[in-house]
C-alpha cells in the first residue's frame, strides 16, 4: 500500500509557473506508475500527465503539453509536476496518482487508478 502526499499548490497570476511534489511512502515507489489529474469545479477529473510503470514512458494531455513536465525521483520517492504558463483554465485540484498494476491503455483513466492523494488547489487568476 501507498500513500501520496501533495503540496505546492497555491494563487499565481496567469503566465506563471509552479511546481507540485508528491511525496509516497509505504511501499517501493519504483515499481509504481505515477501520475496527476486534476478536477475543476463542477468537472470530471482531467487526466494530466504520467509516467508508466516502468518510467520508460511519459504520457500528456494535448492540454498540457509543451507546459507541463512530470518528474520523478525515485530515491526520494517523490513525483514532480512542473508547470510553466498556467492559464485560469488550469485552475484545478489537483491529485497525485499511483499504480502498481495499470496498463497503458487505462493510464488516463481515472477509474483505474488504486491510489490517491488528497489533492492540491491550484488557482491561476486573470
Known amino acids: 500500500q501507498v500513500q501520496l502526499v501533495e503540496s505546492g499548490g497555491g494563487l499565481v497570476q496567469a503566465g506563471g509557473s509552479l511546481r507540485l511534489s508528491c511525496a509516497a511512502s509505504?511501499?517501493?515507489?519504483?515499481?509504481?506508475?505515477t501520475g496527476w489529474f486534476r478536477q475543476a469545479p463542477g468537472k470530471e477529473r482531467e487526466f494530466v500527465a504520467c509516467?508508466?510503470?516502468?518510467?520508460?514512458?511519459?504520457y500528456y494531455s494535448d492540454s498540457v503539453k509543451g507546459r507541463f513536465t512530470i518528474s520523478r525521483d525515485n530515491a526520494k520517492s517523490t513525483v514532480y509536476l512542473q508547470m510553466n504558463s498556467l492559464q485560469p483554465e488550469d485552475t484545478a485540484v489537483y491529485y497525485c496518482?499511483?499504480?502498481?498494476?495499470?496498463?497503458?491503455?487505462?493510464?488516463?483513466?481515472?477509474?483505474?487508478?488504486?491510489?490517491w492523494g488528497q489533492g492540491t488547489q491550484v488557482t491561476v487568476s486573470s
Open positions: 496518482v499511483a499504480d502498481r498494476s495499470i496498463i497503458q491503455s487505462s493510464l488516463r483513466t481515472a477509474e483505474h487508478w488504486d491510489h
Open positions: 509505504g511501499s517501493t515507489f519504483r515499481n509504481y506508475a
Open positions: 509516467f508508466s510503470r516502468t518510467g520508460g514512458y511519459t
